[in-house]
Every structure is written in structure tokens, then in C-alpha cells.
């Protein structure tokens, strides 16, 4: 149980980069560039968002959160 | 209370017993400041979200206005963490999570979980071993103290640290768990508010939360202690810095609050006065340097 819930917080900084920074990612390439395919941008900055969550996993990043 | 008009510098009696007697003076009010400070901090922090969203002040604004609202918001906790805010009266002692809670939510911090971590490098101060902020105190400069205080959560060395002090001890291992609780609430909430307010939350709570702990790791750990050994009147030293005490948060006399960590933060100026010939008399780092004012003293 107790390993289980060690991986669960492991991976709850991919899950917060995911939402967290892939939200800030994507208001950010709105504001700065008002791009004319939103959804496309969108994609990409979750997408941004969760690579750098397992970036910030792998190299044990806590400051992130 | 004791002050230094009516304590005589000159007495001879600098035993152990008499330093005690002229501190305890010191301790058992509430220390109503900090719960001014608390909730005022939190509600400017509360009204800048509601004049940014609104679109009354822009965001550059609201993040200035924030990063130094926020700066108050580590220390009503701190105040929560010794008691200072309930004084001597035990049916009070409710107060001291609630305002220390709600002043802590800026900087998205458990109070609970500070608070049992903050007992232990009280405990324990400079020791690698048992002392928990020691890996942000003890490093060569400001850069690495900034650095280093943001990575408290995933640093192996404190989790053993943690882990140790749970096996030994179950009344920390709840308080860390119910502690870890409320911070993963509040880290939650910080992602529901990015969903609905990216830059916004970006400015006005990210980013003021993470340069604020820069702040405390370089001004309220590393200056405090760093190089320094083990011991009640060694771990800890008297500084200046150039910069007017008031815009440190009095942090030049964090030496006080280590010898007498009962002592409310806004006595140290007097209870210092009153005790530096006892500091002196020890070889407390820097007392020699202890003006014998402070009271209206910027200590530049």
C-alpha cells in the first residue's frame, strides 16, 4: 500500500505540470502570439505541459509544485 | 516586564537562573500583530485576484502588490508554530493553526506539516543529521539557499530525515501525514485555479510564493546560522546587512528567537536589550556587535 502511494506522489508532479503549466503554456502562447488555430496550440502546450512533468519526475524537481 | 531602563547592565549577576527569570518576562502575551499582519496580508492578497480578474489593475501591478503581500506571510505562521499567537492561554491554542493556516495559503504551505519540520530544526539546528533546513543553511551563497529551499519536498536527505523521525516518533508521523494532506489540498487548488486563471495564478501565486521562499531561505535560514555549529548559544548568530531591519522582517536578531524561541517577535527587540550582557557574557556569535538600543533602532 504504502509503495503504491509512493508512485501515486511520484507521478502527481506530472499530473500538476500536466494542468498547472500546460494551462500557463497555452495562456501564454494565446496572449503572445493569438494564434488562428487555438485547439492546435492547445494540444501542444498540455502536451509541453506533461513533458515537462516527467522531466521534473525524472530529475526530481520538487520546486515545480 | 524588564526592560533595558530598569535591568542594570552592570549587575554581576549574569547566572543562568537570572536569564531565565529576565526572559520568562518576556513570554505569555498574545501576540496580537501577527494576527493583524495575518489576516491584512491575506486580504490584500484576497482583493489584488479580485481587482486583477476584474480587469481594475493590470497584472504587473497585481504581481508587485502580491510578491510583497505575500512576504508577510510566512512569519504569522511562524508565531502559530510557537504558540505565540494563543500567549499562555491554553483554551486560545485553536488560533494558533487558524491564523497560521490561513496566512500560509499565499505561499500554499501546510501549517501543520512547517510546523512539526520548523520543532525539529529548532531541536536539533545546524546538526546534518536531524536538523531539516540544514541543507539550505549551510551552503556557500545566497544563489544556493534560494535554490535549495524549494527542493525541501524531494530531497532525499530530508525524506530520511522524515522517515527516521516517524519511526520514532508516532505523534510526528500523523502530524506529518494530516500536514501532507492539507498540502496536497492546497496544491490542488493552486491547479483548479491555473485551469481558470493560468497567468493570473502564474503572477499573482506562483510566482510572489516561489521568490518568497527564496527570500525566507536566504534571510530567515542561511544569515541566521549559516557556518555555524551545535549548541543553544552557538547555532545562531547576530548580523547586519546594510538594509534597515524593518525590510528584513528583524531577521538581524533571529539570535533571540533561537535562545528564547518563546519570546513573541515583536519583544526581541526589548528582550534583547534586556539579555545582551547575558549573549555577551556566553560568546553568542556577533553579540558583541548587539547595540544597546534596538528598540528604534533600523540596525543598518
Redesign the interface.
Known amino acids: 500500500m504504502d509503495e503504491k502511494l509512493l508512485k501515486l506522489e511520484q507521478w502527481f508532479i506530472v499530473l500538476f505540470a500536466f494542468v498547472f503549466f500546460g494551462s500557463i503554456f497555452n495562456a501564454g502562447v494565446i496572449y503572445l502570439f493569438e494564434p488562428k488555430n487555438e485547439f492546435f496550440f492547445t494540444i501542444m502546450s498540455y502536451l509541453v505541459g506533461f513533458l515537462f512533468g516527467l522531466v521534473a519526475k525524472n530529475k526530481k524537481w520538487g520546486w515545480i509544485v | 516586564m524588564i526592560n533595558s531602563q530598569t535591568y542594570n547592565f552592570h549587575s554581576s549577576d549574569l547566572s543562568h537562573e537570572r536569564e531565565k527569570e529576565i526572559a520568562r518576562s518576556f513570554m505569555g502575551r498574545i501576540e496580537w500583530e501577527m494576527i493583524v499582519i495575518a489576516f491584512t496580508q491575506f486580504f490584500v492578497w484576497c482583493l489584488t485576484w479580485y481587482l486583477v480578474v476584474s480587469s481594475i489593475i493590470p497584472l504587473w501591478l497585481g504581481f508587485f502588490i502580491s510578491l510583497i503581500s505575500t512576504s508577510f506571510a510566512y512569519l504569522p505562521s511562524h508565531a502559530g508554530q510557537h504558540g505565540h499567537l494563543s500567549g499562555k492561554y491554553k483554551n486560545l491554542e485553536w488560533v494558533n493553526f487558524v491564523v497560521g493556516q490561513i496566512s500560509l495559503i499565499p505561499l500554499a504551505r501546510s501549517h501543520e506539516l512547517l510546523k512539526v519540520l520548523h520543532m525539529k530544526h529548532h531541536a536539533h539546528t545546524n546538526d546534518p543529521e536531524k536538523d531539516p533546513d540544514y541543507f539550505h543553511t549551510h551552503v556557500d551563497s545566497w544563489f544556493e539557499a534560494a ?1 535549495r529551499i ?6 532525499e536527505r530530508i525524506e530520511k530525515m522524515v522517515n527516521d523521525y516517524s519511526d520514532k516518533d508516532p505523534e510526528f508521523k500523523k502530524s506529518i501525514d494530516r500536514g501532507s494532506q492539507v498540502q496536497f489540498f492546497i ?1 490542488l487548488m ?2 483548479v485555479t ?2 481558470f486563471f ?2 493570473e ?2 503572477f499573482l501565486w ?1 510566482l510572489p510564493l ?1 521568490i518568497t521562499t527564496s527570500y525566507l531561505g536566504i534571510v530567515f535560514s542561511r544569515e541566521p546560522h549559516r557556518g555555524l555549529g551545535i549548541g543553544r548559544h552557538s547555532d545562531t548568530r547576530f548580523w547586519r546587512n546594510g538594509i534597515p531591519r524593518f525590510l528584513n522582517h528583524s531577521m538581524q536578531i533571529h539570535i533571540m528567537h533561537h535562545m528564547y524561541p518563546k519570546i513573541c517577535h515583536h519583544d526581541e527587540p526589548k528582550a534583547i536589550e534586556a539579555l545582551r550582557p547575558f549573549m555577551i557574557a556566553k560568546n553568542m556569535p556577533g553579540a558583541e556587535n548587539i547595540p544597546e538600543k534596538i528598540s528604534f533602532n533600523s540596525l543598518t
Open positions: 535554490m524549494h527542493n525541501q519536498g524531494s530531497d496544491v493552486q491547479m491555473a485551469f493560468p497567468l495564478t502564474l506562483w516561489k
